[in-house]
């Protein structure tokens, strides 16, 4: 069973151009949601996270967008650049720093020039 | 500060045979957690340590098991390793109640 899903396995952009990563979870539960980038030979690296009591959190070039009635959340990345290229997982949890992170599948961006 | 550090980075195992994978936990971090990506999937949640004890478990069979020590590192333990044990395994320390996660670049673990 699948709460965190990321349906599309990867993405290309141009340089930028602005990327949007998807997410959808099943469990109404979750009170946070993160956004994780990994690059090959690393762990995963935080990016943004948004509580869910909000609908937007912004941090520079990204934006995490929450729609709670859909559970659907996104990651917007303006502009893309190259160094953005990596796996991006979309993760959830209970309460932060004590619950477990599930983790969507990930979907692998490539930004081209 | 320090963050995560895993070893070994890889590692080549026997079916059958037993491991153990190190963890290092960010400086001032009291609590790890273990995940395991498989090739093509997200991270997959094994269990939890705090306080040297365990604090919540996915789903995954009794051979793999771990420990925390006094200074907050901790040891992952597979025992009778299967082919499907193949994955990377990847630590992430915390400090229980703030937010954020700090993974370590994880051990490659490859069962023949």
């Known amino acids: 069973d699948q709460q965190v899903k990321q349906n599309s396995p990867s993405l290309s952009v141009q340089e930028g151009r602005i990327s949007i990563l998807n997410c959808d979870y099943t469990?109404?539960?979750?009170?946070?949601f993160l956004w994780y980038k990994k690059y090959p030979a690393e762990g995963p690296t935080f990016l943004i996270s948004i509580s869910s009591i909000k609908d937007k959190n912004e941090d520079g070039r990204f934006t995490v967008f929450l729609n709670k009635s859909a559970k659907h959340l996104s990651l917007h990345i303006v502009p893309s650049q190259p160094g953005d290229s990596a796996v991006y997982f979309c993760a959830a949890s209970g309460r932060l720093g004590t619950d477990k992170l599930i983790f969507g599948t990930g979907t692998r961006l490539q930004v081209f020039p | 500060e320090t963050g995560v550090t895993q070893s070994p980075t890889h590692l080549i195992k026997t079916r059958g045979q037993q491991v153990t994978l190190r963890c290092s936990s960010q400086s001032g971090h009291n609590t790890v957690s273990w995940y395991q990506q498989a090739l093509g999937q997200g991270p997959q949640f094994i269990f939890q340590?705090?306080?040297?004890?365990?604090?919540g478990r996915g789903n995954f069979p009794p051979r793999f098991s771990g420990l925390q020590f006094p200074n907050y590192s901790s040891e992952l333990n597979v025992n009778a390793l299967e082919l499907d044990d193949s994955a990377l395994y990847l630590c992430?320390?915390?400090?229980?109640?703030?937010?954020?996660?700090?993974f370590g670049s994880g051990t490659r673990l490859t069962v023949v």
């Open positions: 469990n109404s539960m979750f009170d946070y």
């Open positions: 992430a320390s915390s400090l229980r109640g703030n937010d954020g996660y700090t």
């Open positions: 340590y705090y306080r040297e004890e365990e604090n």
